[in-house]
């Protein structure tokens, strides 16, 4: 049934948690139709789990996923690797 679903990133969002992560949220996207990504809890993350949640946020066809609540650590990633439009709502990338 399509409705609105919040995924919590883990705390550790590294390499070893990607996988899961990425199939976690496509299957609520397949289940739910949109999915809120809640990074707030985010303390440690690499160049993987940011590479996750790009394919996710620049997909265009995913029109109702988004990121929520990134925490200063995930703001701090996507500042680092020049994509800080990517952690705010509504990016524009």
């Known amino acids: 049934m399509p409705g ?4 919590i990133l883990p705390d550790e969002f590294t390499i ?4 899961e992560v990425y199939c976690d949220i496509s299957e609520q996207l397949n289940t739910h139709g949109q ?3 809640d990074g707030s809890r985010v303390e ?17 066809s995913l ?3 988004s990121l ?17 439009s990517m952690s705010t709502p509504n990016h524009d990338e």
């Open 4 to 7: 609105n679903y919040t995924y």
């Open 16 to 19: 070893y948690e990607a996988s």
């Open 35 to 37: 999915c809120q990504i």
């Open 44 to 60: 440690e993350v690499d160049t993987a789990g940011i590479q996750i949640l790009c394919k996710f946020l620049h997909d265009k």
């Open 63 to 65: 029109k109702n996923i």
């Open 68 to 84: 929520v609540e990134p925490s200063a650590r995930l703001q701090s990633a996507f500042s680092l690797l020049g994509l800080e």
